[in-house]
């Protein structure tokens, strides 16, 4: 344990998460009535999901979705803290927090869709912001310019881009592939041939709430 360490990442943490909330809401609970009372439409598009399931290794796994951007009306803002919210709720797990977490990606159906300046804030607050391991990012189904795109992509992920593994080929292909790496079945998003309903995003919405105000 490094005390000067885990100094500075409080103290990042901390930064980060008034820079994404605001300082009205940076220090009341993290919950959907309180930090997130304002983020409903963002959390409503199901960008980044909970699959509720965890790899052989104990990582939470979860799903990011690029093709929901822009399906509605939100702020860039608001769906960072729909992704600093699903992140909190999967650490709850005490395994999750000591193993980390990896996450499943379904990029945008097109280039033109696909936010990059948004993604490029996404990837600022993964590294060494917020408080968990990242795994690894699973790219699954990936568009042929995304292989090109990882090539150039070492300039600004740095270390984030050896944590990047893509996936093609037939729903069997990829959930086969996604296993050697101890990704279950039942966390392969169904539109892959999986068993994870990403369609449930909004009963487990009403799930956490009744949950945390049971707390």
Same mark, same amino acid.
């Given at each position: 344990? &490094?005390?000067?360490?885990?100094?500075?990442?409080?103290? %990042?943490?901390?930064?980060?998460?008034?820079?994404?909330?605001?300082?009205? $809401?940076?220090?009341? *609970?993290?919950? @959907? !009535?309180?930090?997130?009372? !304002?983020?409903?439409?963002?959390?409503?598009?199901?960008?980044?999901?909970?699959? #509720?399931?965890?790899?052989?290794?104990?990582?939470?796994?979860?799903?990011?979705?690029?093709?929901?951007?822009? %399906?509605?009306?939100? +702020?860039?803002?608001? /769906?960072?803290?729909?992704?600093?919210?699903?992140?909190?709720?999967?650490?709850?797990?005490? $395994?999750?927090?000591?193993?980390?977490?990896?996450?499943?990606?379904?990029?945008? !159906?097109?280039?033109?869709?696909?936010?990059?300046? @948004?993604?490029?804030?996404?990837?600022?607050?993964? $590294?060494?912001?917020?408080?968990?391991? @990242?795994?690894?990012? &699973?790219?699954?189904?990936? @568009?042929? =310019?995304? %292989?090109?795109? /990882? $090539?150039?992509?070492?300039?600004?992920?740095?270390?984030?881009?050896?944590?990047?593994?893509? &996936?093609?080929? +037939?729903? %069997?292909?990829? =959930?086969?592939?996604?296993?050697?790496?101890? =990704?279950?079945?039942?966390?392969?998003?169904?539109?892959?041939? #999986?068993?994870?309903? =990403?369609?449930?995003?909004?009963?487990?919405?009403?799930? *956490?709430? /009744?949950?945390?105000?049971?707390?």
């Amino acid at each position: 344990f &490094h005390a000067g360490r885990a100094a500075k990442r409080l103290m %990042k943490y901390w930064e980060k998460r008034i820079e994404v909330f605001g300082e009205e $809401k940076a220090f009341v *609970r993290l919950t @959907l !009535d309180d930090a997130l009372a !304002d983020d409903s439409v963002a959390l409503s598009l199901g960008f980044f999901q909970s699959t #509720g399931q965890s790899d052989s290794a104990g990582r939470a796994i979860v799903f990011m979705d690029f093709s929901r951007e822009g %399906k509605a009306e939100y +702020t860039e803002l608001s /769906l960072i803290r729909t992704v600093w919210y699903v992140l909190h709720v999967v650490l709850e797990d005490g $395994k999750a927090q000591k193993q980390g977490v990896v996450v499943l990606v379904k990029h945008a !159906d097109n280039l033109r869709q696909w936010d990059v300046k @948004l993604s490029m804030k996404m990837a600022s607050q993964m $590294k060494g912001a917020l408080p968990f391991r @990242l795994g690894c990012f &699973h790219i699954c189904h990936s @568009l042929p =310019i995304i %292989k090109c795109f /990882l $090539k150039i992509s070492k300039i600004f992920l740095g270390k984030l881009r050896s944590r990047i593994r893509v &996936h093609n080929g +037939t729903d %069997k292909e990829v =959930i086969d592939s996604l296993a050697t790496y101890g =990704i279950p079945k039942s966390a392969v998003p169904n539109i892959w041939g #999986g068993e994870f309903k =990403i369609e449930g995003q909004s009963e487990w919405v009403e799930a *956490r709430r /009744l949950v945390e105000n049971c707390n």
